[in-house]
Every structure is written in C-alpha cells, then in structure tokens.
C-alpha cells in the first residue's frame, strides 16, 4: 500500500516562499507521475501541480510562474518550491500518485498546511 507523507508548511507573509516535501513508501516511486493538491477551506480539492517520471512538468494557471515542481528519485521525494506566495494559497497541500489524469495507488496522507497572511 502506498503511503505519502507530506511536509514543510508553515505560516508565511504574502510575498513569502515555502518548500514542500511529498514522500512516498511502497511504490515504485520513481517511475510514477506525482501530483500536488490543495484543498482551502469550503473548496473542494484542487490540482497543483504535476511531474512525471521523466521530469516534466505541468502547473495549474493559478501557480505557474510562481511555483516549482521536482523530484529526487534517489530520496522518493518531490518538492514543491512556493514562491511569491498568496492569501488565496493558504490550504492543506497534498501528494499522490497520478495514472494519466487520473488519481493513482495510495489514499491521501495528512497533508501540510500552508497558511499566508497578508
């Protein structure tokens, strides 16, 4: 069963960065695409972000310009570099597994919480 761990939030002015951190146990991790998520009060759960196994990337229109995805497949980790951080960014951030544009193994873990102050 694959389990995800998530961490690095914190609070933060706007304007501020955070570096997240998702890993991941019992999986083939490095040959998987991973996706952030976030879910803010009341709103449902939204994509992030995404990377594939051989490090492409795509980001939501909301974060591009602004955040970072990467890997380390050495250390089953993917990160996500927040830059010039929002308000509107503050939620539970959240990794998985993605099959296509579909979620992949695993539940979702516990989250970070992100939270930007203005």
């Known amino acids: 069963q694959v389990q995800f761990a998530e961490s690095g939030g914190g609070l933060v002015q706007a304007g501020g960065s955070l570096r997240l951190s998702c890993a991941a146990s019992?999986?083939?991790?490095?040959?998987?695409?991973i996706g952030w998520f976030r879910q803010a009060p009341g709103n449902e759960r939204e994509w992030v972000a995404r990377i594939s196994s051989g490090g492409s990337t795509l980001y939501a229109d909301s974060v591009k310009g602004r955040f970072t995805i990467s890997r380390d497949n050495a250390k089953n980790t993917v990160y996500l570099q927040m830059n010039s951080l929002k308000p509107e960014d503050t939620a539970i951030y959240y990794c998985?597994?993605?099959?296509?544009?579909?979620?992949?193994?695993?539940?979702w873990g516990q989250g970070t919480q992100v939270t930007v102050s203005s």
């Open positions: 019992g999986s083939t991790f490095s040959t998987n695409t």
């Open positions: 998985r597994i993605l099959t296509g544009n579909f979620l992949g193994p695993g539940n």
